[in-house]
């Protein structure tokens, strides 16, 4: 299927003092890695933001290992770049996650699963990393996962979210956990455990010339907002799947974790 990333916990054959995981490797043959990064700067502030790295769990699921992550700590990883981004100039994309969310109800604000920070031309505006992105954040105080789509700061309908009702992520349940995009078609769904459970249309996001995609974070933004969760594994393809290939893959999953639906 040749996805972009394919994160499999099961690849972490080193780690560093106390179990802490400083290199994530991608088995996609894309390169893109999951590395520890000591501290990011804020494009706003220039202030340094200060990271730990996660740990990793060998027998979290099934009897197989997962990287978790703790809030606490201002624990996450960023994705090495290479071959460009993950969700620009692309008809679709689908990204899977196995996971659980650790996180404690309630807190404030939105705790990331995944975000890309995209640098890029559109219609010929060079719009800066930040400006535009896409995410995968968990409410801090109803547990709602949603989806969110932005194409420019200063633009209303540039802008998109799909959100699950809360409590179809269940806290501190093993779940997988399925995102998909269809930029021809201009719609967004979720899954869960290989049932939608949220669908909507989006915004036309027009032409777009992508050069670039500095900064993608697992478990946090590039500058904060940590989650507190426990990720398997992650599989992310930079297009849309085919029906026949989503079911077939979503059963591999929860075969392979032994996730009952």
Known sequence: MDPAVWLDASAITATGENDAVLRWPDRSGHRRDAVYVPFVINWDTGVRLYHQPPTLNPNAINGLPAVSFNALFGQTLLLTEAGGALDRKVVGFTALFVARSRLIQPQVGAKYLLITHNREDHFGEKREAGNTRFAVMRNG?????????????????????????????????????????????????????????????????????????????????????????????????????????????????????????
Request: net charge negative; with cysteine.
């Open 141 to 261: 105080e109803s547990g709602a996962m949603r989806m969110h789509v932005r194409r420019g700061k200063k633009e209303p309908s540039g802008i998109f979210e799909i959100e699950a009702k809360a409590g179809q992520f269940g806290d501190m349940e093993w779940g997988l956990s399925t995102f998909m995009m269809d930029h021809a078609a201009n719609s967004a769904a979720m899954r869960y455990n290989a049932r939608e459970i949220a669908s909507q249309e989006m915004p036309g996001s027009g032409e777009t010339e992508d050069f670039d995609s500095p900064i993608i974070a697992i478990a946090s933004t590039s500058e904060g907002n940590y989650l507190t969760c426990d990720i398997a594994e992650i599989t992310c393809f930079p297009r849309l799947l085919a029906d026949d290939e989503l079911v077939e893959l979503e059963a591999v999953l929860l075969h392979k974790y032994g996730i009952a639906v």
